[in-house]
């Protein structure tokens, strides 16, 4: 809450919908600002940047050439709001204990996405992102898992093959990694 978000907003969704000008007086410009900063300075930045991104997003040029009107923002921040409300309140990963973690980690493994996950051979990749997110992945997030994956497999056969210094320390220290991942998946809550 504060007039740096409204200002980040006004900034971010002005390079596609321009707010008005005023002819270049300066007074009514800076009455505009201070307008949207008074009826908007109430929602929190986080708010104000999710409603910026949406109306960059979605919002069509035939519904408005120009910056949104107060009310239409003021309409999307509270459907934010109640959204944000009606979100079960979970507790942040680094709150919570390595192994609840690890045995939430191991039953999504279980979950579809997790057996897909480990029939496709990246399994471990998403079993990490869960313990570190306390969910599971999902779209790019995948992507990523399996990128991860990938890089981890090319760097170990480096390792394996002389293509690095010390590596087959490297490589014993990456199997100790992958045995105690493959341990705590068996796991389960």
């Known amino acids: 809450m504060s007039a740096n978000g409204v200002k980040n ?9 321009p707010a008005p000008q005023y002819g ?5 410009q800076a009455g505009w600002v201070a307008l949207y900063t008074s009826e908007l300075g109430g929602y929190p930045d986080d708010v104000l940047a999710s409603v910026g991104k949406k109306i960059i997003r979605e919002r069509k040029r035939e519904d408005g050439a120009f910056f949104p009107e107060v ?5 999307m921040c509270e459907e ?10 979970l507790p942040s990963p680094d709150k919570v204990s390595y192994t609840a973690r690890a045995n939430l980690a191991a039953d999504l493994m279980k ?7 480990t029939k496709d051979g990246w399994e471990l990749s998403m079993f990490h992102f ?20 990938d890089e981890f497999k090319a ?6 093959n002389g293509e690095r210094g010390n ?9 100790g990694i992958v045995r105690k991942a493959r341990e705590a998946m068996e796991k389960s809550a």
């Open 111 to 117: 979950s579809p996405l997790g057996k897909q996950a």
């Open 71 to 75: 009310s239409v923002i003021r309409e």
């Open 9 to 17: 907003f006004i900034a971010a969704v002005d390079l596609l919908f």
């Open 167 to 175: 590596g087959r320390l490297w490589a014993n220290i990456a199997e």
């Open 24 to 28: 270049g007086d300066k007074a009514r």
């Open 155 to 160: 760097e170990y056969e480096k390792c394996l």
């Open 130 to 149: 869960c313990v570190d997110h306390m969910r599971a992945p999902s779209g790019k997030e995948i992507e990523d898992c399996k990128r991860k994956s």
């Open 80 to 89: 934010k709001m109640e959204s944000l409300r009606a979100l079960p309140l």
